[in-house]
C-alpha cells in the first residue's frame, strides 16, 4: 500500500469512526482488509469482526477477521449480528448489481435496534482520477478495477427499512459519508 493509499483509508476513517454509537460493543467492518478501521477505534469492551475477500492479515487481541464475500459468507465464518455499528468504507462501489442487492438487504437484519450502517463511497468521477493515480503509480487503488460508476445518491434508496441520519462530502467533494439508522 502506498503513502496515497494509506492517507486516503486515514481520511476515511477519520470521517466515519465519529459516528459509531456511544456504547457500541459489538461492531462489523466491511472490507476490513487487514482490521486497520478496528484497531483505530476507542478503546472499550466490544466484539470487533471483519469481513474481507482478500483479507490481508489474521485478526488479533479482540479481532475476529474473516476471509470471504459479504454477506453470503458470514453464516460460515460465525459473523452473526446483531451489531450496534456496521462500517462498509470504500465498498458499496465494488458490488455488483445483484451484490449490491444482496448487501442491502442483508445490513438491515444484522443491526440491532438504534444501531449504524456507516457507509463511505466516492463520487464517480473519482474512477478516471483513479486510473490517473494507478498509472503514475503515485496510488495502488486497491481492486480499482471493480468500481463501476456507482451513483452514491442512489444509497438512501436502498436501505427502506434504515433512516438516513447523516450525509457528509469530503475530500473536495469526491468523496461521501453516509450514515443509516435502525429505528430503537
Same mark, same amino acid.
Given at each position: ?11 476515511? *476513517? ?7 454509537? *456511544?456504547?457500541?460493543?459489538?461492531? &462489523? ?21 471483519? *469481513? ?10 479482540? &479481532? ?15 459473523? @452473526? ?26 445490513? !438491515? ?12 463511497? !466516492? ?12 498509472? &503514475? ?5 486497491? #481492486? @480499482?478495477?471493480? =468500481? ?16 438516513? @441520519? #447523516? =450525509? ?17
Amino acid at each position: 500500500m502506498r503513502l496515497l493509499d494509506r492517507y486516503l483509508r486515514a481520511r476515511r *476513517i477519520a470521517m466515519a469512526a465519529p459516528y459509531l454509537p *456511544i456504547g457500541a460493543r459489538r461492531v &462489523l467492518d466491511i472490507g476490513c482488509d487487514d482490521g486497520f478501521l478496528l484497531r483505530r477505534l476507542p478503546p472499550g469492551p466490544r466484539a470487533l469482526q471483519g *469481513i474481507d475477500p482478500r483479507l490481508a492479515a489474521d485478526g488479533g487481541e479482540g &479481532l475476529t477477521l474473516g476471509k470471504g464475500c459479504f454477506p453470503q459468507d458470514l453464516g460460515r465464518l460465525g459473523l @452473526a449480528g446483531p451489531y450496534d455499528a456496521v462500517f462498509a468504507l470504500a465498498v458499496f462501489e465494488h458490488f455488483d448489481e445483484g451484490g449490491l442487492r444482496q448487501a442491502a438487504d442483508a445490513v !438491515p437484519g444484522l443491526l440491532s435496534p438504534g444501531g449504524r450502517l456507516i457507509i463511505t463511497v !466516492p463520487h464517480p468521477w473519482v474512477d478516471a482520477i483513479l486510473d490517473v493515480l494507478i498509472a &503514475l503509480r503515485l496510488l495502488d487503488g486497491t #481492486a @480499482a478495477e471493480e =468500481h463501476h460508476g456507482f451513483d452514491p445518491r442512489a444509497l438512501p434508496s436502498l436501505f427502506p427499512g434504515l433512516t438516513l @441520519a #447523516a =450525509h457528509r462530502r469530503f475530500q473536495l467533494g469526491l468523496n461521501n459519508l453516509y450514515v443509516f439508522e435502525k429505528a430503537p
